[in-house]
């Protein structure tokens, strides 16, 4: 095997796996041990993993590429999808900020990118799960607080019941959430269940829940959604005529940006 030139995290060799597998349909065990530069065992705890999940399909020796497999991106590929409206997005939202205002800054690449733009204000308490966010923010002067909790490499959160311990105990006057999906039935939606009960924490403690999300997310379900009647604006670069409605009639206000 051929060595690399760093550690792959857990996600990043998951994703590595199914392109391989999307590129070949069929591998074997020890075909994706030398593609990646990682041990037998490695791979074979990855597939059982992807397997349970129904990411891939297990066959004798090896793994079959699924078609319907979803997995999340790396966040340093989700940062650069759709980047001019993230920016957009985020620029509405700092809108929404007055100087001096308590928030709560979710993980994603969305949110981050208002993270970047809060020089504009003065005199902030954020509250944030994403280690993004709080460096972004570790030198600009507002007053910043990290939840605590379980690292979530993929996302760069940190999230599950440790995270409640903070949470708990304060109160937001803004929210601003990211998601993986997003539909009028289920509203948000994530893959993993220990940041759906972070997100969802962070709603229960928010006076207004506002939902930053890129027309990529809309329409779209996840594994597990984030059970929470909270949100009262979404902000988006675009969204179909019909679901912008349908939300509205909710009593969800539809920022276009």
Do not use: W
Request: proline share 2%.
């Amino acid at each position: 095997m051929t060595g690399t030139p760093h550690r792959m995290l857990t996600a990043e060799r998951e994703q590595r796996i199914l392109q391989l597998l999307k590129s070949n349909d069929v591998m074997s065990v020890s075909s994706l041990s030398e593609s990646l530069a990682i041990s037998e065992a490695t791979v074979r705890r990855d597939l059982q993993s992807m397997h349970e999940r129904g990411l891939l399909a297990r066959v004798h020796g090896g793994a079959a590429y699924k078609s319907e497999g979803v997995i999340e991106p790396l966040f340093e590929d989700k940062e650069g999808q759709n980047a001019e409206g993230k920016q957009r997005i985020a620029a509405k939202a700092l809108s929404l900020i007055k100087d001096n205002d308590t928030i709560f800054l979710d993980g994603g690449s969305t949110v981050l990118k208002l993270a970047q733009q809060l020089d504009a204000r003065k005199g902030l308490t954020i509250v944030t799960n994403s280690l993004m966010a709080a460096a972004t923010l570790m030198e600009s002067g507002h007053r910043l607080i990290l939840t605590g909790g379980e690292l979530r490499a993929i996302s760069r959160t940190l999230v599950g019941p440790l995270s409640a311990a903070v949470l708990q105990e304060i109160v937001v006057d803004l929210a601003f959430m990211g998601t993986f999906g997003f539909t009028e039935e289920d509203g948000m939606s994530t893959t993993d269940t220990n940041e759906a009960f972070t997100k969802v924490q962070a709603m229960r403690r928010a006076k207004h829940v506002i939902l930053l999300a890129d027309n990529s997310k809309l329409g779209r379900a996840s594994f597990v959604k984030c059970a929470c009647e909270r949100l009262e604006t979404l902000v988006t670069d675009s969204i179909p005529d019909n679901m912008k409605k349908e939300l509205e009639d909710k009593g969800v206000s539809v920022i276009i940006a």
